[in-house]
């Protein structure tokens, strides 16, 4: 581990030398990081950023693992995994929709993005203002606290502007399964328990609205929104109770 | 090495669920596994339970994946003919609601090219009929067994529970009905609370306790199996290191499947192979089976 910054409240981006995960990377997937002595299972974080040989994490520290991992000076990394965005490069602009530690998903996609000359929309949203991820990359900036506190009073879904654009989404489930009302073809960024993240183990099952399950850490953890049976995704994971 | 039918290329197998259809886990170095199984497999596909499906545990994880997986017609069309090229064995691990359906699956999969092997699951805790309940009763573990035996010329290797009052008496009874070897572990039951939701983590509610936490439990049961039969054991349970395996051999098994250490270090099974390897180096054993059992006889 190579650095630690705070980006908001109680939320800090650590960067890692992983020359072959900076190298190959794609906006949306993640890696699989973990510590030994600490929990057993590795625990998945998306790449924020990635830079020459260096990528970045952004993390809170709210269970033991995580706190563990802020402290430590080396950690273990599989990755890169999963599939991430795909960005249509005649699709118009687009917008970035986060809220809370979803914002770790975007500022690859706005490079992508503003690589293939699309338009950038950065919307971001936490609890409270200084909850909100200072960082930004776009175009435009919008952002969101649900208490009013700092730009608009509710959720980043709510404060997208209403023109058409390309939605890529992550955050909450809860608040994905908002960002599938308001445009169903939005691409959304999942999160799910993972056991293995490299396919093995089905722990990571996303109900999809055509019946069955797949893997988040293989076939996602990027959907169209619409394809996902958000009734049957839980909205809320707890790790922090475990180990 | 051949273990109970099978020529095992090493004494580190892939543990069913755990290795998928043996198509996923690109990093590991293949030439240093023994042997796979494959995730348990029913006549028809499964969607399994859902989420969530896992939580962590100290030492350990439970799961409740309900047997996921695509069915017989698929495995034998989808998965077999990759398998008939690798220069490691595949068993299937193989699942039913009765006997017969057991018996049925075990014919779909006699001759097919690229199945070594089935290992018979009576032990799955995950599914609401069969699995476990044939597993922890000596009659219907043999009848399973046999039904499988008749229907098939492949080696037949059964895969117990721990959830019994005494191991040895089911190792005898599916010896006794024509198993070629015993995998001796499956999980243990267990259950988590969310205290946020106050409700189970699982869907599932319970779920199979694997890791480190169950280790001692299965050496202990490995053993007491391999002391009450003459066919090879091959030990399950919480193994990450090579000394872990080292373990499960000199309490008498012929081999080890490793599980939930993939998960953790996709490398685990090649890491373990390579310490076996230096340990019997070390101690002039030519090879894993020359390493002294401690395996007294009642």
């Given at each position: 581990m ?32 973990g ?6 299972l ?43 965005f ?29 690589s293939l000359g699309?338009?950038?929309a ?7 203002a200084?909850?909100?991820?200072a960082?930004?990359?776009g ?48 691409q959304?960024a999942l ?12 722990g ?5 609205a055509?019946?069955?399950y797949?893997?988040a850490?293989?076939e ?6 619409a ?13 922090e109770?475990?180990? | 090495m051949?273990?109970?039918?099978i020529?095992?290329?090493g ?19 293949r ?6 199984v ?35 017609e698929?495995?034998v069309r989808?998965?077999?003919p990759?398998?008939?090229g ?39 805790p ?6 476990m ?11 399973v ?9 492949l ?42 939701t ?5 869907s ?9 936490a169950?280790?001692p ?8 199996a391999a ?8 030990g ?13 051999l ?10 939930t250490?993939?998960f ?13 390897t ?8 030519a ?7 401690y395996?007294p006889?009642?």
């Amino acid at each position: 581990m190579t650095g630690v910054r705070e980006v908001a409240r109680e939320t800090f981006v650590i960067s890692l030398a992983a020359p072959p995960v900076a190298a190959s990377v794609r906006p949306g997937q993640f890696v699989m990081l973990g510590l030994n002595p600490g929990p057993l299972l590795r625990r998945p974080f998306s790449v924020y950023r990635a830079e020459g040989d260096l990528i970045e994490v952004i993390l809170k520290p709210v269970g033991s693992g995580t706190r563990l991992l802020l402290a430590s000076g080396a950690v273990s990394c599989v990755g890169p995994l999963g599939h991430g965005f795909s960005l249509d490069p005649a699709g118009g602009p687009v917008a970035l929709v986060s809220g809370g530690l979803g914002v770790a998903a975007m500022p690859l996609a706005a490079r992508a993005a503003r690589s293939l000359g699309l338009r950038v929309a950065w919307v971001h949203g936490a609890r409270t203002a200084d909850e909100l991820c200072a960082e930004w990359e776009g175009e435009e900036v919008v952002w969101a606290t649900d208490d009013g506190s700092r730009g608009f009073h509710g959720t980043a879904v709510g404060a997208v502007p209403s023109v058409s654009m390309q939605v890529l989404a992550c955050g909450p489930n809860r608040m994905l399964a908002a960002v599938a009302d308001r445009w169903p073809e939005a691409q959304v960024a999942l999160e799910t328990y993972m056991g293995c993240g490299t396919g093995v183990c089905l722990g990571c099952a996303v109900p999809l609205a055509r019946g069955g399950y797949d893997r988040a850490c293989s076939e996602g953890p990027v959907y169209r929104a619409a394809d996902v049976l958000w009734e049957r995704l839980p909205t809320h994971l707890h790790y922090e109770a475990s180990a | 090495m051949i273990v109970g039918g099978i020529e095992l290329r090493g004494p580190v197998m892939a543990a069913s669920g755990t290795f998928g259809y043996g198509t996923e886990v690109p990093l590991l170095d293949r030439r240093k596994l023994g042997g796979m199984v494959s995730k348990g497999i029913f006549l028809r596909p499964r969607p399994g339970t859902p989420p969530a499906r896992i939580v962590e545990t100290p030492a350990g994880m439970l799961n409740a994946i309900g047997l996921q997986g695509p069915g017989v017609e698929s495995l034998v069309r989808d998965y077999a003919p990759l398998w008939a090229g690798w220069e490691f064995p595949v068993l299937v691990n193989v699942n039913g609601e009765s006997a017969e359906e057991y018996g049925e699956l075990a014919a779909r999969l006699d001759g097919v090219a690229g199945v070594a092997g089935l290992e018979i699951n009576v032990s799955c805790p995950n599914v609401d009929a069969g699995g476990m309940y044939f597993g922890n009763d000596p009659r219907a573990a043999a009848a399973v067994t046999e039904a499988v035996r008749r229907r098939t010329r492949l080696p037949v290797w059964v895969k117990l529970t721990p959830a019994v009052t005494d191991i040895g008496v089911i190792a005898r009874a599916v010896e006794g009905a024509g198993a070629d070897a015993l995998t001796c572990i499956n999980t243990l039951v267990g259950m988590s609370i969310d205290l946020h939701t106050l409700k189970p983590r699982l869907s599932f509610r319970t779920g199979g306790l694997s890791g480190p936490a169950i280790r001692p439990i299965a050496l202990h049961l490995a053993h007491q199996a391999a002391r009450a039969v003459k066919i090879p054991v091959v030990g399950v349970g919480g193994i990450a290191s090579a000394q872990d395996a080292l373990e499960f051999l000199v309490a008498g098994c012929r081999a080890v499947q490793v599980g939930t250490a993939t998960f953790v270090d996709p490398q685990a099974i090649a890491r373990i192979h390579d310490g076996i390897t230096e340990f019997c180096s070390k101690r002039d054993y030519a090879s894993a089976d020359e390493i002294p059992r401690y395996l007294p006889r009642d």
